[in-house]
């Protein structure tokens, strides 16, 4: 089955405290995407890759970083994370025109 | 700035309405636009992916058309049924960065009553 799976899908942390969220997908897509949902914002995307090695920034990046060493992973890295980070996110990839959202995770920095 | 805006921005109609949303977007460089449908506590769902000027796209009861010239997409759904009742999204990708940045509106939120 075609899919794209990320983990956690729920996350509780604190100011500060490391985090990597993991996407991964089955369907040999090139391009793959983070985005985070917050209300009355709607979805903005945070950084895209075009292939392996290739990344770049979306909309938000600060606060984020990206790697994508495979093509069927690309995680999501908070380094330092802030309160201002807790939304929902998600992960997507894409051939040249469908793309597949995963199931997202909800992320609380308290 | 790229900017996307979809109208309205919610939208209450009785089961059986016909009814359609605007996407509007920069008419310059463009690269595909992009439309999901997304329900409450879900993912966002694919449902049309525009590339051409003059586009018309249909799956059952719900259709899409493109202007690229004039920057702006239409979704109809005809006969609406409250299992219509979602988030509708629409996303913009320009041909700069390769086509890899996506641009999304707001939404415009359905609800169909029965």
């Known amino acids: 089955e075609a899919q794209v799976t990320q ?31 917050d209300p009355g914002l709607g979805l903005r995307q945070i950084y895209y890759s075009m292939n392996v090695e290739v990344t770049d920034k979306g909309d938000v990046p600060e606060g984020y970083k990206v790697s994508r060493k495979e ?24 051939n040249r025109y469908t793309q597949y959202f995963g199931p997202g995770t909800r992320l609380t920095v308290l | 700035i790229l900017n996307v805006e979809q109208s309205p921005q919610s ?27 997304w329900e409450t ?21 719900i259709s899409a058309t493109l202007n690229t010239k004039e920057g702006y997409s239409y979704l109809y759904i005809k006969g609406s049924q409250p299992e219509d009742s979602a988030t509708y999204l629409c996303a913009f990708i320009s041909g700069y960065n390769q086509g890899g940045k996506l641009i999304f509106g707001q939404g415009t939120e359905l609800s169909v009553k029965p």
């Open chain 1, 71 to 94: 093509k069927r992973n690309f995680p999501l890295i908070l380094e330092s994370p802030s309160p201002n980070q807790t939304s929902l996110y998600f992960c997507a990839s894409r």
């Open chain 2, 11 to 37: 939208l209450h109609v009785q089961e059986g309405d016909s009814t359609n949303f605007t996407c509007s977007f920069p008419s310059s460089n463009f690269y595909a636009l992009h439309w999901y449908r």
């Open chain 1, 7 to 37: 983990n956690p899908r729920y996350l509780i942390t604190v100011t500060g405290k490391k985090l990597t969220v993991t996407c991964s997908q089955n369907m040999n897509h090139e391009y793959m995407s983070w985005y985070r949902q």
């Open chain 2, 41 to 61: 506590a879900k993912s966002p769902e694919a449902l049309f992916v525009m590339t051409l000027n003059g586009d018309e796209k249909k799956k059952g009861r």
